[in-house]
T-cell receptor, first 114, second 114 residues
Framework: DTEVTQTPKHLVMGMTNKKSLKCEQH?????MYWYKQKAKKPPELMFV???????INESVPSRFSPECPNSSLLNLHLHALQPEDSALYLC?????????????FGPGTRLTVT | AQKVTQAQTEISVVEKEDVTLDCVYE???????LFWYKQPPSGELVFLIR??????QNEISGRYSWNFQKSTSSFNFTITASQVVDSAVYFC???????????FGDGTTLTVKP
């Protein structure tokens, strides 16, 4: 299984809502990532979990809260978002062994904040 | 600090033409990893190739080929006999040896017209 799955595919939420994005991989990869991507821009790293521990937090606002329940699952909890947070949110996984840092991406969640 | 430059913002070709996408990188690491990713209009980023800094062999996979030249810090990607399905945004990325984060270029949008 070489797939990273993400749910939901689309999400519309108000600024006072709480929602969660989910990501799953079954490739035995040891690192998982959250990215935010705006139109016509490269993906912007938000968080990296390696061996189920948060290893990189790119100074993301606290209204985004990541969680890694186990090595296959990654969640992103959203609360009190702003309209400028509307974007494509991509999850990725990586083997995270010497020489194998390539990332496998999920299809993304297109988030709209109203 | 790491940097990846994809000077070509947009390229448009007619089907069956060959096209080369340029990638120039900067790093102080002696060991590093380079990647190319494809993002078609559907949105999902797809990993295409990894190249280690100590392996300067060029690679060919079907219509795709990659030219890694350490002397010029370049990792260029050529598509031979382009097809409409090659239309996508292509990102070059650089990853350090210390399991840090990947640095993405701004991407090149390739349009292949029938």
């Amino acid at each position: 299984d070489t797939e990273v799955t993400q749910t939901p595919k689309h999400l519309v939420m108000g600024m006072t809502n709480k929602k969660s994005l989910k990501c799953e991989q079954h490739m035995g990869h040891r690192a998982m990532y959250w990215y935010k991507q705006k139109a016509k821009k490269p993906p912007e790293l938000m968080f990296v979990y390696s061996y189920e521990k948060l290893s990189i937090n790119e100074s993301v606002p606290s209204r985004f809260s990541p969680e890694c329940p186990n090595s296959s699952l990654l969640n992103l909890h959203l609360h009190a978002l702003q309209p400028e947070d509307s974007a494509l949110y991509l999850c990725a996984s990586s083997p995270w062994t010497s020489g194998s840092y390539e990332q496998y991406f999920g299809p993304g969640t297109r988030l709209t904040v109203t | 600090a790491q940097k990846v430059t994809q000077a070509q913002t947009e390229i448009s070709v007619v089907e069956k033409e060959d096209v080369t996408l340029d990638c120039v990188y900067e790093t102080r690491d002696t060991t590093y990893y380079l990647f190319w990713y494809k993002q078609p209009p559907s949105g999902e980023l797809v990993f295409l190739i990894r190249r280690n800094s100590f392996d300067e062999q060029n690679e060919i996979s079907g219509r795709y080929s990659w030219n890694f030249q350490k002397s010029t810090s370049s990792f260029n990607f050529t598509i031979t006999a382009s097809q409409v399905v090659d239309s996508a945004v292509y990102f070059c990325a650089l990853h350090p040896s210390n399991a840090g984060k990947s640095t993405f270029g701004d991407g090149t949008t390739l349009t292949v017209k029938p």
